[in-house]
C-alpha cells in the first residue's frame, strides 16, 4: 500500500469521484433516487454552499398551533414537535432554516406524545393532550472545528428532548402581526442528558424509545430527558458513511471479518486482506469526507456535550452516560470541571485505555467469557428446561448435563462450524449458511442483552438436533439492508441516509492517534495482537480486534486530530460523579470501574459494583442500584462507601413464561 500521506482536502471539497449507478449495482427501481441525491450532495459539497458558516439565520415567519410558534427564533435547538419527518435538514440544503420550518405539522394528532408527564397538572376543557409529556426534535449547530475560529464551517447535532410538562393549550390566538408567541412553558428543574455509547451511539434514537422510561427511572418523572446523535452520527451533520448506500457495505462486510478460528491454516493471509480492506474503508471516508476525520475525537464530542449544556441554559450538566458515553463523560468532567452536576457513568470504561494502540479492543475482553459460562450457560441449567431449551439436552443415559457438561456440548457444536457450515434456508431471505464467525459475532452480542437468552438457547438447542432454521433467522436480522422491503414515501426528496457505521473506528483510532508505532510497520504485531486477544476470549477477542485493526491507517489520512484529551482524570469537580459497573459486563469489565474510582478519588466519585450480567445496569435491572442513581439524580445524595454492593432483581430466563 502506498504510505504517502495525500494531500488533505476541505469536508467542503472533496475529491470527485466516479460512482457506478446504483440501478446497476442493486437492481432496484427505488435507489435510482438515492443516486441522484447523493449526485445532488456531491454537488453542493464541491462548491461549498455559503450555509455551512456560522452565520445569523434568516428565519421564515414561523407556523403556529394551539400550543405555540415552533420553531422559536430565540430557541437555539430550533425545536418543532417530533413527527416522522422532523430530521435536521442537510448541510447541502441552501435553505436549511426554512426547511426546517416547513417540516412543522400544525396538528397535533401527528405529535409525538408520552403518556403522562408524572406531575401535577391541571386539564383543561378541549385540552386532549394536558398531563402528557412532549417530544420536541431539533439541532444545535456548533463549530465543526473548536481549535480554529477562522473555520467558518459548522457541524449540526440532531437532539430530542422529552418534555415531562408537556405543552399547555392557549385560548390565546396569535395576531398576524405577532412573529412568535408562547403559551406559559413549565421548564422542569434539569435536563437529564444521554449519551448511549458506541461510539456510533444514536441518543436521538434512544430518546424516541426511552427518554419517558428514563426520567420516571431516574428522577420520578420529574426530570426532562435530552438525547443527542453525537457530531458524525446519524442524523447529525455530517454524518460518517462511507458507502453511497447500506447494501453495498454489507456486500464486501464478510469477506474481512473471518474469525481466526477460521483460517488458522493461513492467518497472515486473512491478516493482509483485512488489513486492505481497512485501508479502502479509510480511503473511502477521506474522499467523501474530506479532512472530517480530524474533528470526531472523543475531546470534540465532549465540548458538543458543553455546548448543549449552555444551549439548555443550565449551570451544571447532568447526565446518564454510558458505555462509550462514560468515555466522554470522564472526558468532559476533567475539561470542564466546574460544570460537572449529578452526571451517572453506567457501564464504567477507563478512557485513559483508549490511548493505546489497540486499547480500545483488549480493554473489553475481561468478562465475556464469564458472562457466557456463570450466565447464559450457567443460569440456563438453573432456570431448568422448562425455562431454557439447552437444559433440556442430556446425556447417553437421559441425564441432565452440569453446567461444565453442558458448556462442552455446545462448544463442540459451535466449532464443528469452523470446518464444516451448516447449509440453512428461510423463507424470507432463500439459502443461507450458519457459518463460525457469525453465530460467534451474535452470541457476543447476545451477552450484551439478557432478554434475547432465551432465544439463543433455543437456537443453539434447534442447531444441535438439525433444524438450522431458527439460527438463519437470526443471523439474518445482523444485515442492514432488507431489499424486500418497499421504497421510503419520502424518495427522492428526503431519501434514508446510509448508516454511519464508518464513524466508530474513526473515533476509536483518532483517540489512540499518537501511540508508539509497532516496530518494523508491518503487520506482524497486529498478527500477535491478534492471537492473543482471540486466545484470551474466544467470544469477543476477535470482534474486538477488528474495532481497531483499521488504526494502522488512520494517519495516512488525517495525521493529527484537531484536539485529544490527554491529562489525568482527577481534577477536582464541581460535584462528585457516580459510578456504575458490573461483574459481568461483556464490554465494560468491573476492573475499568475500579481503576477509575481509584484516580478520580472519593472526593470525585462513588462506585456501585452491580451484581448482574449484560451491558449496563439496565439490562439485568436493580431497585438497589436504581434507587442510589435516583436519589443522586434527584437530590445530590450518595453513599458514605467508595463501593456498595447492588444484585439484579431477579435471574435469566425465569423473567418470562415457561418455554419463553
Same mark, same amino acid.
Given at each position: 500500500?502506498?504510505?504517502?500521506a495525500? %494531500?488533505?482536502?476541505?469536508?467542503?471539497?472533496p475529491?470527485?469521484?466516479?460512482?457506478?449507478?446504483?440501478?446497476?449495482?442493486?437492481?432496484?427501481?427505488?435507489?435510482?433516487?438515492?443516486?441522484?441525491?447523493s449526485?445532488r450532495?456531491?454537488?453542493?459539497r464541491?462548491?461549498? *454552499?455559503? =450555509?455551512?458558516?456560522?452565520?445569523?439565520?434568516?428565519?421564515?415567519?414561523?407556523?403556529?398551533?394551539?400550543?405555540?410558534?415552533?420553531?422559536?427564533?430565540?430557541?437555539?435547538f430550533?425545536?418543532?414537535?417530533?413527527?416522522s419527518?422532523?430530521?435536521?435538514?442537510?448541510?447541502?440544503?441552501?435553505?436549511?432554516?426554512?426547511?426546517?420550518?416547513?417540516?412543522?405539522?400544525?396538528?397535533?394528532?401527528? !405529535?409525538?406524545w408520552?403518556?403522562?408527564?408524572?406531575?401535577?397538572?391541571?386539564?383543561?376543557?378541549?385540552d386532549?393532550?394536558?398531563?402528557r409529556?412532549?417530544y420536541?426534535?431539533?439541532?444545535?449547530?456548533?463549530?465543526?472545528?473548536?481549535?480554529?475560529?477562522?473555520?467558518?464551517?459548522?457541524? /449540526?447535532?440532531?437532539?430530542?428532548k422529552?418534555?415531562?410538562?408537556?405543552l399547555?393549550?392557549s385560548?390565546n390566538?396569535?395576531?398576524?402581526s405577532?412573529?412568535? !408567541? %408562547?403559551?406559559?412553558?413549565?421548564?422542569?428543574?434539569?435536563?437529564?442528558?444521554?449519551e448511549? @455509547? $458506541?461510539?456510533g451511539?444514536?441518543?436521538?434514537r434512544?430518546?424516541?424509545?426511552?427518554?419517558?422510561?428514563?426520567?420516571?427511572?431516574?428522577?420520578?418523572?420529574?426530570?426532562?430527558?435530552?438525547?443527542?446523535d453525537?457530531?458524525?452520527v446519524?442524523?447529525?451533520q455530517?454524518?460518517?458513511?462511507?458507502?453511497?448506500?447500506?447494501?453495498?457495505? $454489507?456486500?464486501w462486510?464478510?469477506?474481512?471479518? +473471518?474469525?481466526?478460528?477460521?483460517?488458522? $491454516?493461513?492467518p497472515?493471509?486473512?491478516?493482509?486482506?483485512?488489513d486492505?480492506?481497512y485501508?479502502?474503508?479509510?480511503?473511502?471516508?477521506?474522499e467523501?469526507?474530506?479532512d472530517?476525520?480530524?474533528?470526531?475525537?472523543?475531546?470534540?464530542?465532549?465540548?458538543?456535550?458543553?455546548?448543549?449544556r449552555?444551549?439548555?441554559?443550565?449551570?451544571?450538566?447532568?447526565?446518564?452516560?454510558?458505555?462509550? @458515553?462514560?468515555?466522554?463523560?470522564?472526558?468532559?468532567?476533567?475539561?470542564?470541571?466546574?460544570?460537572?452536576?449529578?452526571?451517572?457513568?453506567?457501564?464504567?470504561?477507563?478512557v485513559?485505555? =483508549?490511548?493505546?494502540? @489497540? $486499547?480500545?479492543?483488549?480493554?473489553?475482553?475481561d468478562?465475556?467469557?464469564d458472562?457466557?459460562?456463570?450466565g447464559?450457560?450457567?443460569?440456563?441449567?438453573?432456570?431448568?428446561?422448562?425455562?431454557?431449551?439447552?437444559?433440556?439436552l442430556?446425556?447417553?443415559?437421559?441425564? *441432565?448435563?452440569?453446567? &461444565?457438561?453442558?458448556?462442552d456440548?455446545?462448544?463442540?457444536l459451535?466449532?464443528?462450524?469452523?470446518?464444516r457450515?451448516v447449509?440453512?434456508?428461510?423463507?424470507?431471505?432463500?439459502?443461507?449458511?450458519?457459518?463460525?464467525?457469525?453465530?460467534?459475532?451474535?452470541i457476543?452480542?447476545?451477552?450484551? /442483552?439478557?432478554?434475547?437468552?432465551?432465544?439463543?438457547?433455543?437456537?443453539?438447542?434447534?442447531?444441535?438436533?438439525?433444524?438450522s432454521?431458527?439460527?438463519?433467522?437470526?443471523?439474518?436480522?445482523?444485515?442492514?439492508?432488507?431489499?424486500?422491503?418497499?421504497c421510503?414515501?419520502?424518495?427522492?426528496?428526503?431519501p434514508?441516509?446510509?448508516?454511519?457505521?464508518?464513524?466508530?473506528?474513526?473515533?476509536?483510532?483518532a483517540?489512540?492517534?499518537?501511540?508508539?508505532?509497532?516496530?518494523?510497520?508491518?503487520?506482524?504485531?497486529?498478527?500477535?495482537l491478534?492471537a492473543?486477544?482471540?486466545?484470551?476470549?474466544?467470544?469477543?477477542?476477535?470482534?474486538?480486534?477488528?474495532?481497531v485493526?483499521?488504526?494502522?491507517?488512520?494517519?495516512?489520512? !488525517?495525521?493529527?486530530?484537531?484536539?485529544?484529551?490527554?491529562?489525568?482524570?482527577? =481534577?477536582?469537580l464541581?460535584?462528585?460523579?457516580?459510578?456504575?459497573? +458490573?461483574?459481568?459486563? *461483556?464490554?465494560?469489565?468491573?476492573r475499568? @470501574?475500579?481503576?477509575?474510582?481509584?484516580?478520580?478519588? &472519593?472526593?470525585?466519585?462513588?462506585?456501585?459494583?452491580?451484581?448482574?450480567?449484560?451491558?449496563?445496569?439496565?439490562?439485568?435491572p436493580?431497585?438497589?442500584t436504581?434507587?442510589?442513581?435516583?436519589?443522586?439524580?434527584?437530590?445530590?445524595?450518595l453513599?458514605?462507601?467508595?463501593?456498595?454492593?447492588?444484585?439484579?432483581?431477579?435471574?435469566?430466563?425465569?423473567?418470562?413464561?415457561?418455554?419463553?
Amino acid at each position: 500500500m502506498d504510505k504517502t500521506a495525500p %494531500e488533505t482536502p476541505s469536508v467542503l471539497s472533496p475529491r470527485p469521484q466516479k460512482r457506478m449507478s446504483l440501478r446497476a449495482i442493486l437492481g432496484l427501481t427505488c435507489f435510482v433516487f438515492l443516486g441522484a441525491a447523493s449526485l445532488r450532495s456531491n454537488l453542493w459539497r464541491r462548491h461549498g *454552499p455559503s =450555509h455551512h458558516h456560522l452565520s445569523p439565520p434568516s428565519w421564515p415567519v414561523p407556523s403556529t398551533s394551539p400550543y405555540g410558534t415552533f420553531p422559536n427564533p430565540s430557541d437555539p435547538f430550533h425545536f418543532l414537535p417530533c413527527t416522522s419527518l422532523t430530521v435536521p435538514p442537510s448541510l447541502d440544503d441552501p435553505e436549511p432554516d426554512r426547511s426546517w420550518a416547513g417540516l412543522f405539522d400544525p396538528d397535533p394528532d401527528h !405529535w409525538n406524545w408520552g403518556s403522562r408527564t408524572g406531575l401535577e397538572k391541571a386539564s383543561k376543557e378541549g385540552d386532549p393532550y394536558a398531563g402528557r409529556g412532549i417530544y420536541l426534535c431539533g439541532y444545535l449547530t456548533v463549530p465543526l472545528d473548536y481549535t480554529n475560529k477562522s473555520d467558518p464551517r459548522i457541524a /449540526r447535532l440532531a437532539v430530542t428532548k422529552f418534555e415531562v410538562a408537556g405543552l399547555e393549550l392557549s385560548s390565546n390566538t396569535p395576531s398576524q402581526s405577532q412573529v412568535s !408567541w %408562547e403559551p406559559p412553558r413549565h421548564k422542569a428543574p434539569r435536563t437529564i442528558v444521554l449519551e448511549p @455509547g $458506541g461510539p456510533g451511539g444514536s441518543g436521538t434514537r434512544w430518546a424516541r424509545q426511552a427518554a419517558e422510561a428514563i426520567s420516571r427511572r431516574l428522577s420520578d418523572g420529574q426530570y426532562d430527558v435530552l438525547g443527542w446523535d453525537p457530531r458524525g452520527v446519524n442524523t447529525s451533520q455530517p454524518a460518517v458513511a462511507c458507502y453511497p448506500h447500506d447494501a453495498l457495505r $454489507g456486500r464486501w462486510r464478510l469477506l474481512p471479518r +473471518q474469525y481466526r478460528e477460521v483460517v488458522a $491454516g493461513d492467518p497472515d493471509r486473512q491478516l493482509a486482506l483485512a488489513d486492505a480492506f481497512y485501508s479502502a474503508t479509510f480511503r473511502a471516508c477521506w474522499e467523501r469526507h474530506g479532512d472530517l476525520g480530524r474533528f470526531v475525537s472523543t475531546a470534540f464530542v465532549a465540548r458538543d456535550m458543553e455546548a448543549i449544556r449552555a444551549a439548555l441554559g443550565e449551570d451544571e450538566l447532568t447526565g446518564y452516560l454510558t458505555s462509550y @458515553g462514560t468515555g466522554i463523560g470522564q472526558t468532559y468532567a476533567n475539561m470542564f470541571p466546574h460544570r460537572v452536576g449529578r452526571m451517572v457513568l453506567d457501564g464504567t470504561e477507563y478512557v485513559k485505555d =483508549h490511548r493505546l494502540l @489497540g $486499547g480500545f479492543g483488549w480493554t473489553a475482553l475481561d468478562n465475556a467469557t464469564d458472562a457466557w459460562r456463570d450466565g447464559f450457560i450457567g443460569e440456563c441449567v438453573n432456570a431448568g428446561p422448562a425455562h431454557c431449551a439447552l437444559a433440556r439436552l442430556t446425556d447417553g443415559d437421559g441425564r *441432565p448435563l452440569s453446567p &461444565r457438561e453442558l458448556e462442552d456440548r455446545v462448544g463442540r457444536l459451535i466449532t464443528s462450524l469452523i470446518h464444516r457450515p451448516v447449509p440453512a434456508y428461510t423463507e424470507t431471505t432463500g439459502p443461507s449458511l450458519i457459518t463460525y464467525s457469525a453465530l460467534v459475532q451474535a452470541i457476543y452480542e447476545a451477552m450484551y /442483552r439478557v432478554t434475547s437468552w432465551p432465544a439463543l438457547a433455543q437456537l443453539l438447542y434447534e442447531l444441535a438436533g438439525g433444524n438450522s432454521t431458527l439460527a438463519a433467522a437470526f443471523l439474518d436480522e445482523a444485515w442492514e439492508h432488507d431489499p424486500s422491503l418497499p421504497c421510503s414515501p419520502l424518495l427522492p426528496t428526503n431519501p434514508t441516509p446510509p448508516r454511519s457505521d464508518e464513524l466508530s473506528p474513526l473515533v476509536i483510532c483518532a483517540d489512540a492517534y499518537d501511540a508508539p508505532s509497532p516496530p518494523g510497520g508491518g503487520l506482524a504485531w497486529w498478527a500477535s495482537l491478534w492471537a492473543n486477544m482471540t486466545a484470551q476470549n474466544w467470544i469477543a477477542g476477535n470482534a474486538r480486534f477488528f474495532n481497531v485493526l483499521p488504526c494502522r491507517h488512520f494517519t495516512t489520512y !488525517w495525521p493529527e486530530p484537531a484536539e485529544v484529551y490527554r491529562g489525568d482524570l482527577n =481534577h477536582t469537580l464541581r460535584n462528585p460523579v457516580l459510578l456504575v459497573a +458490573q461483574t459481568h459486563d *461483556p464490554a465494560t469489565p468491573l476492573r475499568n @470501574g475500579r481503576r477509575l474510582l481509584r484516580e478520580m478519588g &472519593r472526593r470525585n466519585a462513588r462506585l456501585v459494583v452491580h451484581h448482574g450480567y449484560g451491558h449496563m445496569s439496565s439490562a439485568d435491572p436493580s431497585d438497589c442500584t436504581d434507587g442510589i442513581a435516583r436519589r443522586f439524580i434527584l437530590n445530590g445524595t450518595l453513599p458514605d462507601a467508595e463501593e456498595t454492593k447492588c444484585y439484579a432483581n431477579g435471574k435469566p430466563y425465569l423473567s418470562g413464561p415457561p418455554g419463553a
